[in-house]
Nanobody, 120 residues
Framework: QVQLVESGGGLVQAGGSMRLSCVASGMYYALNTLGWYRQAPGKQRELVAAITHGGTSKSADSVKDRFTISRDNAKNTVYLQMNSLKPEDTAMYYC??????????????WGQGTQVTVSS
C-alpha cells in the first residue's frame, strides 16, 4: 500500500495564494496518476486536478484558470499551486494516487486531507 501525506493547508485571505504538497511513500509499483480532490461540508467530494506520470493533466472548470497541478517524480511528490483564492474554495483537500492511468475517477489511495480556509 501507498501512504499519502498532505501539507500546506491553512487560513488565507481571499485573493491570496497557497501551495499544497503531497508526498507518497510505502510499497507500490508505480503511481501513474496523482490528483487532488476537495470536499466542503454538505458537498460531494469533487476532482480539483489530476496529473499522470508523463505530465498530462486535467483540472475542474472552476479552478483551471487559477490552480496549477505539478509533480516531481524523483521526490514522489505532487503539488497544487492555488492562486486568486475565493471563499468557495474553502474545503478539505485530499491527495489521491492510482497505479492506473485515470484522470477522471479517483484511485483507491487517499491521504488524510489538509484543510484550506479562505476568508472574505
Amino acid at each position: 500500500q501507498v501512504q499519502l501525506v498532505e501539507s500546506g493547508g491553512g487560513l488565507v485571505q481571499a485573493g491570496g495564494s497557497m501551495r499544497l504538497s503531497c508526498v507518497a511513500s510505502g510499497m507500490y509499483y508505480a503511481l501513474n496518476t496523482l490528483g487532488w480532490y476537495r470536499q466542503a461540508p454538505g458537498k460531494q467530494r469533487e476532482l480539483v486536478a489530476a496529473i499522470t506520470h508523463g505530465g498530462t493533466s486535467k483540472s475542474a472548470d472552476s479552478v483551471k484558470d487559477r490552480f496549477t497541478i505539478s509533480r516531481d517524480n524523483a521526490k514522489n511528490t505532487v503539488y497544487l499551486q492555488m492562486n486568486s483564492l475565493k471563499p468557495e474554495d474553502t474545503a478539505m483537500y485530499y491527495c489521491n494516487a492510482d497505479e492506473l492511468y485515470e484522470l477522471t475517477r479517483p484511485g483507491p489511495n487517499w491521504g488524510q486531507g489538509t484543510q484550506v480556509t479562505v476568508s472574505s
